[in-house]
T-cell receptor, first 112, second 114 residues
Framework: DQQVKQNSPSLSVQEGRISILNCDYT??????FLWYKKYPAEGPTFLIS?????DKNEDGRFTVFLNKSAKHLSLHIVPSQPGDSAVYFC???????????FGTGTRLKVLA | GAGVSQSPSNKVTEKGKDVELRCDPI?????LYWYRQSLGQGLEFLIY????????KSGLPSDRFSAERTGGSVSTLTIQRTQQEDSAVYLC????????????FGPGTRLTVT
């Protein structure tokens, strides 16, 4: 049973437009969420995180929104750039533990 | 400073052979994690080290998998009698915080079992 789901395996967006990547979770104990970006042949790199005490966190072009009642989070990238083309993973944790559960990833392609 | 490094970057082995995968975490990071990413799958947690001890080995898929960490630094993941379903990218991450809220990943080792 997958506790963290990214239902869109891929997404294509025109350069300059907004990219919205979605993530759903089932475990109500999760209270810390992260997004990672992964290029081919590299390990994932940390992008942005959000704690359940917030519903929004912003860092430059990246904003993460958390809807606890819907158990849903999303990553917005605006404006999208070709260099943003990568696989994006969301991960969730119960902050009382060290274990992160990752989604299956969404491959974003930003078209020039 | 140097990031997390893993070796080898690629490993092709015959079914039934043993393999060892190595991880060098960021210096000073006390927490170390191993994950596996199979084709089309997310990152699957395997094992977590705090210092040299592994409080959670629950993610190891079978008793053919083992891991150790020495000197609070380098870690080795060993897979005995490899099977084709072990083929995956094995990723190591380290963190300076026990809760590991920001993990730094290595580039991974791509294991192919023929």
């Amino acid at each position: 049973d997958q506790q963290v789901k990214q239902n869109s395996p891929s997404l294509s967006v025109q350069e300059g437009r907004i990219s919205i990547l979605n993530c759903d979770y089932t475990n109500s104990m999760f209270d810390y969420f992260l997004w990672y970006k992964k290029y081919p042949a590299e390990g994932p790199t940390f992008l942005i995180s959000i704690s359940s005490i917030k519903d929004k966190n912003e860092d430059g072009r990246f904003t993460v929104f958390l809807n606890k009642s819907a158990k849903h989070l999303s990553l917005h990238i605006v404006p999208s750039q070709p260099g943003d083309s990568a696989v994006y993973f969301c991960a969730a944790s119960d902050s009382g533990t060290y274990k992160y559960i990752f989604g299956t990833g969404t491959r974003l392609k930003v078209l020039a | 400073g140097a990031g997390v490094s893993q070796s080898p970057s690629n490993k092709v082995t015959e079914k039934g052979k043993d393999v060892e995968l190595r991880c060098d975490p960021i210096s000073g990071h006390t927490a170390l994690y191993w994950y596996r990413q199979s084709l089309g799958q997310g990152l699957e947690f395997l094992i977590y080290f705090q210092g040299n001890s592994a409080p959670d080995k629950s993610g190891l898929p079978s008793d053919r998998f083992s891991a150790e960490r020495t000197g609070g630094s380098v870690s080795t993941l060993t897979i005995q009698r490899t099977q084709q379903e072990d083929s995956a990218v094995y990723l190591c991450a380290s963190s300076s915080d026990r809760e590991g809220y920001e993990q730094y990943f290595g580039p991974g080792t791509r294991l192919t079992v023929t």
